[in-house]
Structure formats: C-alpha cells, structure tokens
C-alpha cells in the first residue's frame, strides 16, 4: 500500500513518501483569531484530523502542528479599549478549541501561539539579509521586506510569472524595492499598543503573518519536514511567501503541499460583507456535533462544499442508518458466540479509497455498502456474517472519527431531558410488558401507538424491548 496525495505544487497525485520512514511531520496553517470561527475554519480543521487518523491507522507516527496566529493586523485592528488584543486572542482561540472539541478533532501534537516564537522568526530574518534575500525599508519605518527579485523560484508554487503577481498591499509602495516585496518585520506604528511591540535588531516592531509560520513549522518539525496544509485562499500569498522566506533562508521546508476546498453557502462565498457567514456555533445548534462533523467532513477535502437549507438532513439520515445497523447488531449478538468477534479492519475496498488521495466519498459509499448488506444478514439471522461486518464498519467509523456508539458523542444523550425521557419511556415499556404478560393485549398495543405517536419506536427482541428516537 501506499498513500497517494495531490501535491498543490507538483499539481499532481503523487506517491507519499516520508523523509523518515514511519513518521510524518505535518504543519498546518491555524486560525488567526481575530473574531469567532465559521464552518469554514471547521471544516479545515477537520480535513487534517482525517489525514491524520488515516496516516496512524496507516502506521504512521504522525506529528501535527496547528498554530494559532494571536499577532496580526487584523487582531490589532479588532481590539478594542475593553478588551485588548491578547485578550481577544484568547477568548477567540477558547471559541475555536471549542468548536473543534465539540466536532471530534483530536488536538494537535504541538499547538504553538506565535507570540511564543519571536526569537526564532527574527533568527530566520537575520538570515534572509545575510543571504541578500531581505533588506530593511528605506523610510525609517522599522519594516523588514523580503526581497521578491533575489528570488528567482518566487510564484513556484502556484506557478506565477513575476509579472503577473500583484503587489503586497502590507506597507508603503515607496519603501519597498519592488511592489511585490513583503514584510517580514512591521516597525511599530505611532497609537500602536506597547504590548504588541517586541525590540530587534532592526527596531521595535511584530512579524509579519507569513514569517511566523516558517519559524513555528521548522522549530516544532525541523527545517525540513513532510506536508505542509490550509485552506486553498491561502496559497497566494501565504503560502508562496511561507515558501520562498524559508527557502530563501537555506530550509528545505515541505516535501508536500495539501490544500483543502473552502465551504460556500447558498453558492456564494462566506464574507463579512454579504453577512451570510455560517458561524460554528450557530452550526453546531443546528445539529448533533456527529452530524455537523458527518456533513463537513463527507466531502472530498478538496472539493468545495455548499452548504443550503436541509443540507444537513441527508447527514443525518447517514448517520443515523449506521448507528442503528450497530445498536441492531449488538443486540442481536448479543449473548450469541458472535458477540464482539468481528475483527476491527476496514475492508480493502476502503483502505483503497483512503489511500487515494484521502477519497472519504468513495470510502463512505464502502460504509453504507457494508450497512445495507449487513442489514439483509439480519434480516436472514446470518449472524456471522453480521460480526464480521459490524468488525469492519467499527473500524471504518473509527478512522472518519464518526463512530456514533462513541462516548465522546453521549454527552448529547446524557443530557437532563434525554435522561427524563428515557426514564419515562422504560416505564411505560415495563407496564406494557407486565400487560402482556397478563395478556392485556389491548392495553400493550395502547402503550405502543402511544409511543409511536409522540415518535418513540419500539422493537422488542430476545433480550427484551428496545426504543429509539424516529
Ligand atoms: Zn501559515
């Protein structure tokens, strides 16, 4: 087997091969919080915590570094006299923890704050002048701007001529050598707070946003490391500059580069100013977290997903057929010499999928497969074949991280009115059995249409009755 991914620079499907065998280095480009998380940040999040559970459930001991971009233009410009900007920061990245706690995305190995790798972005500045690839503004202002023209590989990676590249639009034309040229370092501005102001060698000032992501990566995985990740709006400029600072310095920087698709809503594109942004806690209100994580993550990551009203029904259909083939399932082996003898392995026709350029659609259609095949052996009582295929859907909802059976989804049916619910229902189940153990059938079959009524479906079994949520 081999894992085959689309490498943005190669714009190719090509074979994974690590720098060290069993083991991958994987850096991520994180939030900058500046305001609250949409089901974009959600999904991106997401489409690495499936690289990742795919590349372990592959074998490999994979490293993820997600940062957290807590300086920038954008957070100064958000904070206000009552709260500052650290202290924006921090409320903002609790929302994003949040919200991807609440979807199942496991944290990262290394989750570094750029406020805390200072030193190693002006390490990487200090080198890029001494290359001649980086020469400080000529207007006094304190900025350090990467030279574009020393950098004949600048526009690699999304395949620009130098021509054609538009201006960074990050400081004054007039200081810079050539309009394309972009900050490193940002001299502190007049009314700039004290607080986001760190002393260098070429003035007082804060990193530009693409420097902080070269330091953070090779400091948590090295100068040279496997896959490097974000959302496909940041190949141009981020990335192409992440790329050629790092370079430009000596780093050998990623083997690979992964971009996952962006989510639009209604067919447009979120944005402040259509205010049509989907937030992720308004998204998460909408659904189970296991649906939401279902819908974001059944798309290819690097398709874009448009979400609309009702989007997120067939979602929880999906997850819905699965979770009661497993509860079925378990019931009906339940006692038997099946129970829990199914191996925990994803069919071939899974693993295939996945290693495919990371295919859930594929791999998902293996699942349902696998359910409605199962169902029919139920159905016809073959349990052996109902282990074996309870074994393989385990292992496949395991490695999407959608295992509805799993308790980090229970929270939601711990909750008071479930449990007054279920309190409820288990008494009326014991009085219609108590009325058919008298052979009171009239008053059994009340129990049951008045159950079905207010949307409680009972089915009894072997080892008694059963109810569940329509
Ligand atoms: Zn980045």
Known sequence: MTVRLYDSRAQAVV?????????VGMYVCGPTVQSSPHIG?????????????????????????????????????????????????YRVELEFSSGYSALGILPPTYEPRATASIPQMQEIIGRLIERGHAYSATD????????????????ELT?????????????????????????????????????????????????????????????YLGPAFDIHGGGLDLRFPHH???????????????????????????????????????????????????????FLGAAHYRSTIDYH???????????????????????????????????ELVPDAFADAMDDDLSVPQALAVLHETVRAANTALDDGDLAAVAQARGAVLAMVEVL?????????????DAPAHRALAS??????????AARAGKDFATADRIRDELAAAGIVIEDGPNGSHWELQ
């Open 15 to 23: 074979d994974f091969v690590p720098l060290t065998p069993g083991k």
């Open 41 to 89: 940040h959600l999904r991106s999040a997401l489409v690495y915590d499936i690289w990742r559970r795919w590349l372990n459930y592959r074998g490999f001991d994979v490293t993820l570094v997600r940062n957290v971009t807590d300086i920038d233009d954008k957070v100064l410009d958000n904070a206000t006299e009552n709260e500052l900007w650290w202290a924006l920061a």
């Open 140 to 155: 006094d202002s304190g900025d350090v701007y990467f030279d574009v023209q020393s950098w004949p590989a600048y526009g």
């Open 159 to 219: 395949r620009q001529k130098a021509d054609d590249m538009v201006a960074a639009t990050d400081a004054d034309p007039r200081a810079k050598r050539d309009p394309r040229d972009f900050a490193l370092w940002k001299g502190s501005k007049p009314g700039e707070p004290e607080s986001a102001s760190w002393a260098s060698p070429w003035g007082a000032g804060r990193p530009g946003w693409h420097i902080e992501c070269s330091a953070m990566s090779s400091r």
């Open 240 to 294: 192409e500059n992440e790329l050629a600072q790092s370079t430009a310095a000596g780093d050998a920087f990623a083997s690979y580069w992964v971009h996952n698709g962006l989510v639009n809503v209604n067919g447009q594109k979120m944005s402040k100013s259509l205010g049509n942004s989907i937030f992720a806690a308004e998204f998460l209100a909408m659904a189970p977290a296991l649906v939401v994580r279902y």
């Open 309 to 343: 009203d009702g989007a997120l029904l067939e979602a929880e259909a999906a997850v819905e057929r699965i979770e009661s083939f497993l509860t079925r399932a378990d019931r009906r082996l339940e006692g038997t010499r099946f129970a829990g003898s199914g191996v």
């Open 401 to 413: 991280g959608i295992n509805p059976l799993s308790p980090s989804w229970r929270a939601e049916t």
């Open 424 to 433: 409820l229902v288990d008494s009326l189940l014991a009085d219609r059995s």
